[in-house]
């Protein structure tokens, strides 16, 4: 088909079927599909919630013609068959964090506004899912018959664990390449290793302790945004700052409250980190004994050089750039100092090395240092026909000349052997403050975007089914 007459019944299907596109999203947002383990159950591992969109997804799916299948309740999917096996894959999920406090809006339902649509999983990632599920139906509702099978895999817990593909892997082959519409335009290629891990002080009994009580942060994932420590210490001789307040917390007992800026472990410029505030003021007016001192030291290491320096992991690659590390929580239990801390490294260094030259130096203080996470870094080179496709496609839809990029992130792009994240978010349009961002209130979507997201995963299956896949 010429690209003009392609895009031509392209947006004749998005003018006959929009509002049917719109509803197909609101089916899935009225259902709260957040993870409950304590009401799991055969076939609904997850809880009642990701099992029923599981299941309206597939019905949705079964509708438009296709073939669906409901894998334990683990995920699911459907096929449109082409002319072999090998696979085109794309996944998106069903499932959704919990609506939370701060809404304006109904959460579980799509509310129409002003071009946008608000409601839980309208952008992670129902909206989305919805659009490429459409993309693959526009072609079935041409006729054609590709060289290729599009399996279209609807998840069920990739926002607690991904479970789903675990279970997946464990059952089925990976198509010979995937995309998921779960992240950013134009196209992420590659994704940084993720490391998890704990440095703890060694034991420090109360009584060789001038801090009482220290406690920040939220999220090892996370540069923590407040942190407060208490000290034996006269509150009335210790100054303010202005990140960090001081009172009185009991007779010779002074509290410190530190306010940073929260901000994402993959991004850490873009925060400031309470706990490092703490820390610094800690170590500033001598409220800390000798082993307190060694810990804070070190820990200061971490806290105050987000490339790595500090702790002698600083590394950058030419897909990834540098390094990032961030300290995301710290506590204080069984008399030792606990502070987690967040990695995403490049090719350029491994978990390995990342592992013995933090724990080397928390042993030189008597401490010690586990990882407790750790996923490699996955790259599809950004010059591969794959990649170049979706890039094509975006590049076409959009009128752009846009280039491929690599994040810090972690999608379900590196769960299988090829892949990518694609879509549908633009950070550089800034949408109007009344509309939240994922995760938070008033979760919300362009009804524009969306369109154009359609309208560049339908030119992205034909690029693909052109390639040399086997």
């Given at each position: 088909?010429?690209?003009?007459?392609?895009?031509?019944?392209?947006?004749?299907?998005?003018?006959?079927?929009?509002?049917?596109?719109?509803?197909?999203?609101?089916?899935?947002?009225?259902?709260?599909?957040?993870?409950?383990?304590?009401?799991?159950?055969?076939?609904?591992?997850?809880?009642?919630?990701?099992?029923?969109?599981?299941?309206?997804?597939?019905?949705?799916?079964?509708?438009?013609?296709?073939?669906?299948?409901?894998?334990?309740?683990?995920?699911?999917?459907?096929?449109?068959?082409?002319?072999?096996?090998?696979?085109?894959?794309?996944?998106?999920?069903?499932?959704?964090?919990?609506?939370?406090?701060?809404?304006?809006?109904?959460?579980?339902?799509?509310?129409?506004?002003?071009?946008?649509?608000?409601?839980?999983?309208?952008?992670?990632?129902?909206?989305?899912?919805?659009?490429?599920?459409?993309?693959?139906?526009?072609?079935?509702?041409?006729?054609?018959?590709?060289?290729?099978?599009?399996?279209?895999?609807?998840?069920?817990?990739?926002?607690?664990?991904?479970?789903?593909?675990?279970?997946?892997?464990?059952?089925?082959?990976?198509?010979?390449?995937?995309?998921?519409?779960?992240?950013?335009?134009?196209?992420?290629?590659?994704?940084?290793?993720?490391?998890?891990?704990?440095?703890?002080?060694?034991?420090?009994?109360?009584?060789?302790?001038?801090?009482?009580?220290?406690?920040?942060?939220?999220?090892?994932?996370?540069?923590?945004?407040?942190?407060?420590?208490?000290?034996?210490?006269?509150?009335?001789?210790?100054?303010?700052?202005?990140?960090?307040?001081?009172?009185?917390?009991?007779?010779?007992?002074?509290?410190?409250?530190?306010?940073?800026?929260?901000?994402?472990?993959?991004?850490?410029?873009?925060?400031?980190?309470?706990?490092?505030?703490?820390?610094?003021?800690?170590?500033?007016?001598?409220?800390?004994?000798?082993?307190?001192?060694?810990?804070?030291?070190l820990d200061q290491k971490l806290l105050n050089h987000t490339d790595g320096s500090g702790l002698g992991i600083k590394s950058a690659d030419e897909y990834f750039g540098p390094l990032t590390v961030v300290g995301g929580t710290?506590?204080?239990?069984?008399?030792?100092?606990?502070?987690?801390?967040?990695?995403?490294?490049?090719?350029?260094?491994?978990?390995?090395?990342?592992?013995?030259?933090?724990?080397?130096?928390?042993?030189?203080?008597?401490?010690?240092?586990?990882?407790?996470?750790?996923?490699?870094?996955?790259?599809?080179?950004?010059?591969?026909?794959?990649?170049?496709?979706?890039?094509?496609?975006?590049?076409?839809?959009?009128?752009?000349?846009?280039?491929?990029?690599?994040?810090?992130?972690?999608?379900?792009?590196?769960?299988?052997?090829?892949?990518?994240?694609?879509?549908?978010?633009?950070?550089?349009?800034?949408?109007?403050?009344?509309?939240?961002?994922?995760?938070?209130?008033?979760?919300?979507?362009?009804?524009?975007?969306?369109?154009?997201?359609?309208?560049?995963?339908?030119?992205?299956?034909?690029?693909?089914?052109?390639?040399?896949?086997?």
């Open positions: 088909m010429e690209h003009e007459e392609l895009t031509k019944k392209i947006d004749a299907y998005l003018d006959d079927n929009w509002d049917a596109m719109v509803e197909d999203i609101a089916t899935l947002v009225r259902i709260p599909s957040f993870q409950e383990d304590d009401k799991k159950a055969d076939g609904a591992p997850f809880g009642p919630g990701p099992k029923a969109a599981l299941t309206a997804a597939l019905k949705m799916a079964e509708d438009m013609g296709f073939s669906t299948h409901d894998a334990e309740g683990y995920i699911g999917f459907a096929d449109f068959p082409g002319k072999s096996d090998t696979q085109i894959g794309i996944i998106g999920h069903m499932d959704v964090v919990p609506a939370g406090p701060g809404w304006n809006f109904e959460p579980y339902d799509v509310t129409r506004k002003d071009g946008y649509l608000v409601g839980r999983g309208t952008l992670d990632d129902k909206g989305p899912s919805v659009m490429a599920l459409h993309a693959m139906k526009f072609w079935k509702d041409q006729g054609v018959e590709f060289p290729y099978t599009i399996r279209f895999l609807f998840g069920a817990n990739e926002e607690s664990g991904m479970a789903d593909v675990a279970y997946y892997h464990e059952h089925y082959d990976d198509p010979a390449f995937l995309f998921t519409p779960d992240a950013e335009f134009p196209v992420c290629y590659g994704e940084k290793g993720g490391y998890d891990g704990m440095l703890m002080s060694k034991p420090i009994e109360p009584c060789a302790r001038v801090v009482v009580e220290f406690e920040g942060g939220m999220a090892t994932n996370a540069v923590p945004g407040l942190a407060h420590a208490i000290v034996n210490a006269d509150a009335k001789e210790l100054p303010n700052t202005d990140r960090i307040v001081v009172t009185e917390a009991g007779p010779g007992r002074a509290r410190l409250d530190a306010t940073g800026k929260s901000a994402h472990a993959s991004t850490p410029d873009e925060g400031v980190n309470a706990i490092g505030l703490i820390v610094d003021y800690l170590l500033e007016h001598g409220l800390c004994g000798a082993d307190e001192r060694a810990f804070f030291e710290i506590k204080l239990e069984d008399d030792r100092f606990v502070q987690t801390l967040d990695s995403r490294f490049p090719t350029s260094i491994t978990a390995d090395e990342i592992t013995e030259r933090v724990r080397e130096q928390a042993a030189a203080i008597g401490g010690s240092f586990e990882n407790t996470l750790l996923m490699e870094p996955f790259l599809v080179k950004p010059d591969s026909p794959v990649i170049q496709a979706l890039l094509n496609a975006y590049n076409e839809a959009t009128g752009e000349q846009a280039e491929p990029f690599t994040m810090g992130g972690g999608t379900y792009a590196r769960e299988f052997k090829s892949g990518a994240s694609f879509g549908p978010e633009k950070p550089w349009i800034k949408d109007p403050e009344w509309v939240g961002m994922m995760h938070g209130p008033d979760e919300g979507v362009s009804e524009d975007l969306l369109k154009q997201s359609f309208k560049i995963y339908a030119l992205t299956i034909d690029k693909l089914m052109g390639l040399d896949l086997k």
